[in-house]
């Protein structure tokens, strides 16, 4: 799901040094980097070579050999490492490249909680396909709405859901709940009073905005998970 895709990474990065610096200040010039900074991606990337700002949370280096720097990295998605650590060997005088990458977080998901291997996921089938045993399978596979709970969230009333479903836009009167802080143009996740997701849409309205409307095209959705069908229709149908 592009949530996640697009959702902040965690590195552990390991940069060589052409030559050694003090390591005073190597982490004087790394702390540099964290907050907003100006990027344009190597020349042996998949986007265009454009100058982007990204926002890096957290640089915090861990051990420094002289040569060989370890460092953990918090940054927004689609922040190249690699640009990083030759800006901050341009920065130093002295030169330096990636030697080493490891993302061990996207978004929710970590090392510790919601990373599988591919390995995993096969030996959990074949225990519930072999032994009837769905433990494993219950583990590794989680609900979808856990992709989601880092983004803002408004939940519907059950007689918009199914509205929601085919495609019409979210009003007002159909939310039940709203998360404080939402401004126009944010992605939300949409989640029925049951906790269901829904889908995701686009704010048209900020939270202060839907408190004081009474009606009024609130979200628009971007995309729906939900099937149809589950919940009732909340509209007559024509005929004749």
């Not at 060589?16 to 991606?41: A, N």
């Not at 939310?175 to 009073?193: C, N, P």
């Not at 269901?196 to 009024?216: D, F, H, P, W």
Request: glycine share 8%.
């Amino acid at each position: 799901m592009g949530t996640v895709i697009h959702s902040s990474k965690e590195y552990v990065c390991v940069m060589q040094l052409h030559k050694p610096v003090d390591e005073d200040r190597l982490r004087q010039v790394v702390s540099m980097f964290v907050g907003t900074i100006y990027q344009k991606p190597p020349v042996r990337s998949s986007v265009k070579r454009s100058l982007r700002r990204k926002r890096i949370n957290k640089i915090e280096l861990l051990e420094y050999t002289g040569k060989y720097a370890l460092m953990i990295i918090d940054c927004e998605a689609g922040t190249y490492m690699r640009k990083l650590c030759w800006d901050i060997g341009l920065i130093l005088g002295v030169g330096a490249h990636m030697r080493e990458l490891r993302r061990t977080r996207t978004g929710p998901f970590n090392e510790d909680k919601g990373l599988v291997r591919l390995q995993d996921l096969a030996e959990a089938l074949y225990r519930w396909r072999e032994e009837g045993k769905e433990d494993l399978l219950r583990r590794y596979i989680l609900p979808g709405e856990y992709t989601v709970c880092g983004i803002p969230k408004v939940v519907l009333r059950d007689t918009a859901v199914e509205s929601i479903v085919h495609g019409a836009t979210l009003a007002v009167p159909g939310i039940a709940m709203i998360q404080e802080g939402i401004k126009r143009g944010d992605l939300v996740a949409m989640h029925t009073l049951k906790g269901e997701l829904i889908g995701l849409a686009k704010a048209l309205m900020s939270t202060e905005e839907v408190l004081e409307a009474s009606r009024g095209e609130a979200f628009k959705p971007e995309r729906v998970i939900m099937e149809p069908g589950l919940y009732p229709r909340a509209w007559k149908r024509r005929t004749g």
